[in-house]
């Protein structure tokens, strides 16, 4: 277990970072006076709209960008020293990646990087091929791939270390929907693993499936710091989920609740099906059809050095702990309702700041959307088209 | 298209096949062995009628055998009867009947015994036989086990069809330059894939080398230097003109040849080191590299490796393509009788060799000598009477260093002759220990002016060496060129010194300022043989490399903190500073400014163009002390005129380009790469 007494992975202090221009005028303070700290074997969630300071956050413990004033350590040392390095895995927003070497060229040569040899590089890049389903074009070149397969390679190549440490800049990004879930599976894996994790996302569905805690940036500082459960959860309401109900049925039990607690029914429905769901089967129908594709094959599971491994008997009874209550979360027969604190700040966000891009129509769109369907869902789908059309004029 | 692609599938899963490997191996090495065993068999039975023929001529009836050869043009030895060419008896034997050129005459005496189709350059060195064999066998047996012999004959076909259609239109020229480049285009896919093995360590130099080979090998911006330089080089031979003599060939395809590779070689090595680091920076991928435990001098240090091992291969293509070709134009046709012969022996003897030269040697001017005429200097020139006695010492020191120039200027004259009477100076060489006893004669060049002479006449001169009349030679020459006097290696006395006295037979016509001859200070210099062309040409070629290696770390450290098109703007301008050093040191001589007390600062305009030519003449001088160095290295040049590229060279050149220079600009890139942010704000941006 973590306990206080642990040294944290990353420990920030007053962290800022002021943009200045050519004549050394102020052109954006883009992290102002940030606190917190990142402890071993946690998820952390960093929130915000666009231009709130998280990539610059990330920046900087990466040691890309240096810090204007405040203290920031990386396991204990200074963001730039080297030898932190081969602690962390790191995925950038967008796949960096040489477009003229091929997955399994770009896989040995961050190996190499990290000083893995020959054996260790072999077998990690053939595992983490499979596990991201590019095994069948691993001799093609990068720069003939599509977004989506780029940021595979790009989520293989963080993780060809076995990182302590991994920082995901919007992970999810260009991924489809299996791709997205894959890499939720691949973080609960981590975590089971004790790996820390520092996630960095404007698709909040996504971090709310797998974080431990989160911050949340505004105007480069940070409005809100806690648990998951602390920030989402809402007491003021009950949700009851039960098989369809005949409306007299409804109309007694809203009688029985005026009775007994003064209250009326706010709102009945059906639920649906999660679009997410819907997308697998009919990708999963796909397959065992045998249909051709150019693109993403059957992705394997969670490559064996990334999986928990023999003699870990604790962690593997919390990861099947973990696997089960998750997705059980969306179809509890009774659960508190989430909303409020997280949810009313973040639309007063968006309300402050509107952004003319594309990202903040998806952001200001959540409201319209119905509430049984998986918010995560429409932004990968919308996210990943327009994503996909800016690629390929 | 598809059926296509799976037969090559299943060719290239059987070229991979381990039987096949050994069949092909066992295959290659004695194809090999089939050529080249006869050729090493007729080399060693040369090498030892070589050895029988100096035994001869070395031995105790050596005399006898140099005389029956110098009186019938033949002799008899080991019952084998070898015979001289008549009409080059006089530049054989010296005229006390000695032997001045042993080695020609031994060639001379076994040409009959050399077959038509080997190659009499091969034949005459075992060693070289040795070395052509093995890395025949080696390059087959590359191609065999690196999975190359599907493209190796796919590549013979598809030049066989190119040459194939170049013999029906009936061009030869072209038949030979597309089968070379296709033989020189394979050669750079087989050592790319050699030098990918010897990169392929776990460590992280080796491994940013090995992508920036991977990057060079499949990017347009590299590729395409690359294959123009692999083009060209076949193609070469054809510009030369036949008709022209046989030195003059070799001379130009050496100078073409060497040039064009360190030319597309320097400009490819500036671009894509500018390219490999300000790409990676503008397009992120750096962001990848510096969150991986990699120091950032070790990042710079693998760019540069991999550019450097670049540019090996590239110089290993070029300068065994260069150097076989020479080896076959040395044997070429020449002039029909002395004069072709004489040509073949000044290919031999003054180019295709490696010769240390010596300039005269001058004794010191006195300084009291100096003083006095500083003096005269200035009493003389009424400007300086505002000094009223104490002139500054800049001025003093500008008269010192002009006074300085004319008295070099002066002892470098020959003046003119006067009542039939020749004009005559004596220069003095004492550098000569190396040639005490050489059996090559030695070469006198010399470039001489004659006042305001027509620079197309010709005019007479002579030379005597040590003072002994019966040395004397005469010449004609043509001002402004070089011409060439071969000089008997006993004219060196045995303590290494030699003096040569220069008639001027012109006469002075009265009133009339030509007449007297001079020459630049590099222009009158004995040139004698230290060591052979083969070893000359790798230490030229590793002083390209070293040269090419500076520009290497020039265009990463421009690249550090400037984008593509400015760093190579930047690289280029270096670049062309450089290699323009000595001529720019030499030009600032005679660009010197007034000095400031002399400048009248009243008139506005007058004031500016001093402050313009000054400014000129600093950066001038600036880039000359720095770069300098750069320029005076100089392998092509070394390389036609056969002077000597000596290790000393080499190690100097890597001391000071690869160690310094190079460590200096990687070590200036490092600075800036630790203090520059590789990430920008992109708050605005997304």
């Given at each position: 277990?973590v306990?206080?007494?642990?040294?944290?992975?990353v420990?920030?202090?007053?962290?800022?970072?002021?943009?200045?221009?050519?004549?050394?005028?102020?052109?954006?303070?883009?992290?102002?006076?940030?606190?917190?700290?990142?402890?071993?074997?946690e998820?952390?969630?960093?929130?915000?709209?666009?231009?709130?300071?998280?990539?610059?956050?990330?920046?900087?413990?990466?040691?890309?960008?240096?810090?204007?004033?405040?203290?920031?350590?990386?396991?204990?040392?200074?963001?730039?020293?080297?030898?932190?390095?081969?602690?962390?895995?790191?995925?950038?927003?967008?796949?960096?990646?040489?477009?003229?070497?091929?997955?399994?060229e770009?896989?040995?040569y961050?190996?190499?990087?990290?000083?893995?040899?020959?054996?260790?590089?072999?077998?990690?890049?053939?595992?983490?091929?499979?596990?991201?389903?590019?095994?069948?074009?691993?001799?093609?070149?990068i720069?003939?791939?599509?977004?989506?397969?780029?940021?595979r390679?790009?989520?293989?190549?963080?993780?060809?270390?076995?990182?302590?440490?991994?920082?995901?800049?919007?992970?999810?990004?260009?991924?489809?929907?299996?791709?997205?879930?894959?890499?939720k599976?691949?973080?609960?894996?981590?975590?089971?693993?004790?790996?820390?994790?520092?996630?960095?996302?404007?698709?909040?569905?996504?971090?709310?499936?797998?974080?431990?805690?989160?911050?949340?940036?505004y105007?480069?500082?940070?409005?809100?710091?806690?648990?998951?459960?602390?920030?989402?959860?809402?007491?003021?309401r009950?949700?009851?989920?039960?098989?369809?109900?005949?409306?007299?049925?409804?109309?007694?039990?809203?009688?029985?609740?005026?009775?007994?607690?003064g209250?009326?029914?706010?709102?009945?429905?059906?639920?649906?099906?999660?679009?997410?769901?819907?997308?697998?089967?009919?990708?999963?129908?796909?397959?065992?059809?045998?249909?051709?594709?150019?693109?993403?094959?059957?992705?394997?599971?969670?490559?064996?050095?990334?999986?928990?491994?023999?003699?870990?008997?604790?962690?593997?009874?919390?990861?099947?702990e973990?696997?089960?209550?998750?997705?059980a979360?969306?179809?509890?027969?009774?659960?508190?309702p989430?909303?409020?604190?997280?949810?009313?700040?973040?639309?007063?966000?968006?309300?402050?700041?509107?952004?003319p891009?594309?990202?903040?129509?998806?952001?200001?769109?959540?409201?319209?959307?119905?509430e049984d369907?998986?918010?995560?869902?429409?932004?990968?789908?919308?996210?990943?088209?327009?994503?996909?059309?800016?690629?390929?004029? | 298209?598809?059926?296509?692609?799976?037969?090559?599938?299943?060719?290239?899963?059987?070229?991979r096949?381990l039987?096949?490997?050994?069949?092909?191996?066992?295959?290659?090495?004695?194809?090999?062995?089939?050529?080249?065993?006869?050729?090493?068999?007729t080399?060693?039975?040369?090498?030892?009628n070589?050895?029988?023929?100096?035994?001869?001529?070395?031995?105790?009836?050596?005399?006898?055998?140099?005389?029956?050869?110098?009186?019938?043009?033949?002799?008899?030895?080991?019952?084998?009867k070898?015979?001289i060419?008549?009409?080059?008896?006089?530049?054989?034997?010296?005229?006390?009947?000695?032997?001045?050129?042993?080695?020609?005459?031994?060639?001379?005496?076994?040409?009959?015994?050399?077959?038509?189709?080997?190659p009499?350059?091969?034949?005459?060195?075992?060693?070289?036989?040795?070395?052509?064999f093995?890395?025949?066998?080696?390059?087959?047996?590359?191609?065999?086990w690196?999975?190359?012999?599907?493209?190796?004959?796919?590549?013979?076909?598809?030049?066989?069809?190119?040459?194939?259609?170049?013999?029906?239109?009936?061009?030869?020229?072209?038949?030979?330059?597309?089968?070379?480049i296709?033989?020189?285009?394979?050669?750079?896919?087989l050592?790319?894939?050699?030098?990918?093995?010897?990169?392929?360590?776990?460590?992280?130099?080796?491994a940013?080398?090995?992508?920036?080979?991977?990057?060079?090998?499949?990017?347009?911006?590299?590729?395409?230097?690359?294959?123009?330089l692999?083009?060209?080089?076949?193609?070469?031979?054809?510009?030369?003109?036949?008709e022209?003599?046989?030195?003059?060939?070799?001379?130009?395809?050496?100078?073409?040849?060497?040039?064009?590779?360190f030319?597309?070689?320097?400009?490819?090595?500036?671009?894509?080191?500018?390219?490999?680091?300000?790409?990676?920076?503008?397009?992120?991928?750096?962001?990848?590299i510096?969150?991986?435990p990699?120091?950032?001098?070790?990042?710079?240090?693998?760019k540069?490796?991999?550019?450097?091992?670049?540019?090996?291969?590239i110089?290993?293509?070029?300068?065994?393509?260069?150097?076989?070709?020479?080896?076959?134009?040395?044997?070429?046709?020449?002039?029909?009788?002395?004069?072709?012969?004489?040509?073949?022996?000044?290919?031999?003897?003054?180019?295709?060799t490696?010769r240390?030269?010596?300039?005269?040697n001058?004794?010191?001017?006195p300084?009291?000598?100096?003083?006095?005429?500083?003096?005269?200097?200035?009493a003389?020139?009424p400007?300086?009477?505002?000094?009223?006695?104490?002139?500054?010492?800049?001025?003093?020191?500008?008269?010192?260093?002009?006074?300085?120039?004319?008295?070099?200027?002066?002892r470098?004259?020959?003046?003119?002759?006067?009542?039939?009477?020749?004009?005559?100076?004596?220069?003095?060489?004492?550098?000569l220990?190396?040639?005490?006893?050489?059996?090559?004669?030695?070469?006198?060049?010399?470039?001489?002016?004659?006042?305001?002479?027509?620079?197309?006449?010709?005019?007479?001169?002579?030379?005597?060496?040590?003072?002994?009349?019966?040395?004397?030679q005469?010449?004609?020459?043509?001002?402004?060129?070089?011409?060439?006097?071969?000089?008997?290696?006993?004219?060196?006395?045995?303590?290494?010194?030699?003096?040569?006295?220069?008639?001027?037979f012109?006469?002075?016509?009265?009133?009339?300022?030509?007449?007297?001859?001079?020459?630049?200070?590099?222009?009158?210099?004995?040139?004698?043989?230290?060591?052979?062309?083969?070893?000359?040409?790798?230490?030229?070629?590793?002083?390209m490399?070293?040269?090419?290696?500076?520009?290497?770390g020039?265009?990463?450290?421009c690249?550090?903190f400037?984008?593509?098109?400015?760093?190579?703007?930047?690289?280029?301008?270096?670049?062309?500073?450089?290699?323009?050093?000595?001529?720019l040191?030499?030009?600032?001589?005679?660009?010197?400014?007034?000095?400031?007390?002399?400048v009248?600062?009243?008139?506005?305009?007058?004031?500016?163009?001093?402050i313009?030519?000054?400014?000129?003449?600093?950066?001038?001088?600036?880039?000359?002390?720095?770069?300098?160095?750069?320029?005076?290295?100089?392998?092509?040049?070394?390389?036609?005129?056969?002077?000597?590229?000596?290790?000393?060279?080499?190690?100097?050149?890597?001391?000071?380009?690869?160690?310094?220079?190079?460590?200096?600009?990687?070590?200036?890139?490092?600075?800036?790469?630790?203090?520059?942010?590789?990430?920008?704000?992109?708050?605005?941006?997304s």
């Amino acid at each position: 277990m973590v306990t206080n007494t642990t040294p944290p992975i990353v420990e920030a202090v007053g962290l800022t970072k002021v943009f200045k221009d050519f004549w050394m005028r102020t052109k954006a303070r883009a992290v102002d006076h940030v606190d917190f700290e990142i402890r071993p074997g946690e998820i952390f969630g960093l929130l915000g709209p666009n231009g709130s300071g998280k990539s610059t956050t990330i920046k900087m413990i990466l040691g890309l960008l240096h810090k204007t004033s405040g203290r920031l350590a990386v396991f204990g040392k200074a963001p730039s020293e080297v030898s932190i390095k081969k602690h962390i895995g790191f995925l950038p927003e967008e796949s960096y990646l040489y477009r003229f070497l091929n997955p399994l060229e770009t896989l040995d040569y961050y190996g190499r990087l990290f000083g893995l040899d020959r054996a260790t590089r072999k077998s990690r890049t053939e595992e983490l091929l499979e596990m991201v389903g590019l095994t069948h074009v691993a001799h093609r070149p990068i720069g003939e791939f599509s977004k989506g397969m780029t940021r595979r390679i790009g989520i293989a190549q963080a993780l060809i270390n076995d990182p302590e440490f991994l920082i995901l800049d919007e992970p999810t990004s260009g991924l489809d929907p299996i791709g997205t879930k894959q890499v939720k599976d691949l973080l609960l894996n981590l975590k089971a693993r004790r790996k820390t994790i520092l996630l960095s996302s404007h698709l909040l569905a996504d971090v709310q499936d797998v974080c431990d805690r989160m911050v949340m940036l505004y105007g480069g500082m940070i409005r809100v710091e806690g648990t998951v459960d602390d920030l989402l959860e809402d007491t003021n309401r009950t949700v009851i989920q039960v098989p369809r109900l005949k409306p007299g049925t409804i109309q007694r039990i809203e009688q029985v609740l005026q009775e007994e607690e003064g209250v009326a029914i706010e709102r009945v429905s059906q639920p649906r099906q999660r679009l997410e769901d819907l997308f697998l089967d009919i990708v999963e129908t796909a397959r065992r059809e045998q249909v051709e594709t150019s693109g993403v094959t059957d992705t394997g599971h969670t490559a064996e050095f990334l999986r928990v491994q023999e003699g870990d008997e604790l962690i593997d009874t919390l990861v099947s702990e973990a696997d089960v209550v998750e997705p059980a979360r969306a179809h509890e027969v009774v659960e508190e309702p989430e909303s409020s604190e997280a949810d009313d700040m973040l639309e007063s966000l968006v309300d402050v700041a509107p952004e003319p891009v594309s990202k903040a129509t998806e952001v200001t769109s959540v409201p319209d959307t119905p509430e049984d369907v998986d918010q995560s869902m429409i932004d990968d789908l919308l996210g990943g088209e327009q994503q996909d059309n800016k690629q390929d004029p | 298209m598809t059926g296509l692609l799976r037969i090559h599938r299943a060719l290239d899963r059987f070229q991979r096949k381990l039987w096949v490997k050994i069949t092909a191996s066992i295959l290659f090495v004695a194809a090999s062995t089939a050529f080249f065993a006869p050729v090493l068999y007729t080399s060693y039975t040369y090498s030892s009628n070589a050895r029988s023929i100096v035994s001869a001529l070395a031995g105790p009836e050596g005399d006898r055998f140099i005389r029956t050869l110098r009186e019938t043009g033949s002799v008899t030895i080991d019952g084998t009867k070898r015979s001289i060419p008549e009409e080059l008896a006089p530049v054989l034997f010296a005229e006390d009947g000695s032997l001045v050129d042993l080695p020609l005459t031994l060639s001379l005496m076994l040409q009959d015994t050399i077959p038509t189709w080997a190659p009499g350059w091969l034949l005459q060195q075992p060693p070289t036989t040795w070395v052509f064999f093995c890395v025949a066998v080696c390059w087959l047996l590359f191609i065999t086990w690196m999975n190359l012999l599907l493209p190796f004959l796919l590549t013979c076909m598809g030049t066989g069809v190119a040459v194939g259609l170049a013999w029906l239109s009936g061009s030869r020229d072209a038949m030979f330059a597309l089968g070379g480049i296709g033989l020189l285009l394979f050669t750079f896919v087989l050592l790319i894939r050699i030098v990918s093995l010897l990169l392929s360590g776990p460590d992280q130099v080796l491994a940013v080398a090995h992508t920036v080979i991977k990057e060079a090998s499949r990017s347009r911006i590299s590729l395409i230097f690359i294959l123009l330089l692999l083009a060209i080089l076949p193609m070469l031979p054809f510009w030369l003109d036949p008709e022209a003599p046989l030195r003059h060939r070799v001379q130009t395809f050496i100078s073409r040849s060497s040039g064009a590779t360190f030319a597309i070689c320097a400009c490819m090595t500036l671009v894509l080191a500018c390219a490999t680091v300000s790409f990676e920076i503008r397009d992120r991928q750096i962001w990848q590299i510096m969150t991986k435990p990699v120091g950032k001098f070790r990042y710079l240090l693998g760019k540069w490796l991999g550019i450097v091992v670049l540019n090996v291969v590239i110089l290993a293509i070029a300068g065994v393509s260069t150097f076989l070709y020479i080896q076959y134009l040395r044997t070429t046709s020449v002039a029909p009788g002395l004069q072709g012969d004489l040509d073949r022996l000044a290919v031999q003897e003054e180019i295709l060799t490696a010769r240390k030269k010596d300039l005269p040697n001058y004794d010191p001017i006195p300084q009291e000598l100096l003083d006095s005429l500083v003096e005269d200097a200035v009493a003389n020139d009424p400007q300086n009477a505002r000094y009223a006695g104490n002139v500054p010492s800049t001025i003093l020191t500008g008269i010192e260093r002009q006074l300085r120039r004319e008295i070099d200027f002066t002892r470098r004259t020959v003046p003119p002759g006067t009542d039939g009477e020749p004009g005559m100076r004596t220069f003095f060489f004492d550098g000569l220990q190396e040639a005490v006893g050489t059996s090559s004669p030695l070469t006198l060049r010399y470039r001489l002016m004659l006042g305001d002479a027509d620079e197309t006449a010709t005019y007479t001169c002579g030379f005597v060496f040590n003072e002994d009349p019966a040395t004397m030679q005469v010449r004609e020459y043509v001002p402004t060129l070089s011409h060439v006097l071969l000089v008997p290696p006993d004219a060196v006395r045995p303590d290494g010194t030699m003096s040569v006295t220069i008639l001027n037979f012109y006469q002075r016509a009265p009133g009339s300022a030509i007449g007297r001859i001079y020459f630049e200070e590099d222009d009158f210099e004995v040139l004698y043989k230290a060591g052979g062309f083969e070893g000359n040409f790798l230490r030229a070629m590793l002083v390209m490399l070293v040269k090419l290696g500076f520009l290497a770390g020039l265009g990463i450290c421009c690249a550090t903190f400037l984008s593509f098109p400015v760093s190579c703007l930047c690289a280029f301008t270096i670049f062309m500073a450089a290699t323009i050093g000595p001529y720019l040191a030499w030009s600032l001589e005679y660009y010197v400014p007034v000095e400031a007390n002399r400048v009248e600062w009243s008139n506005i305009g007058v004031a500016m163009q001093w402050i313009f030519e000054m400014g000129i003449r600093q950066i001038a001088r600036a880039s000359v002390f720095i770069l300098e160095g750069f320029g005076r290295y100089r392998p092509t040049n070394d390389l036609v005129n056969g002077l000597m590229v000596s290790w000393g060279t080499v190690l100097g050149s890597f001391l000071r380009l690869s160690l310094i220079w190079s460590g200096l600009v990687l070590v200036l890139g490092w600075l800036v790469l630790r203090r520059r942010q590789l990430a920008i704000y992109s708050g605005g941006q997304s």
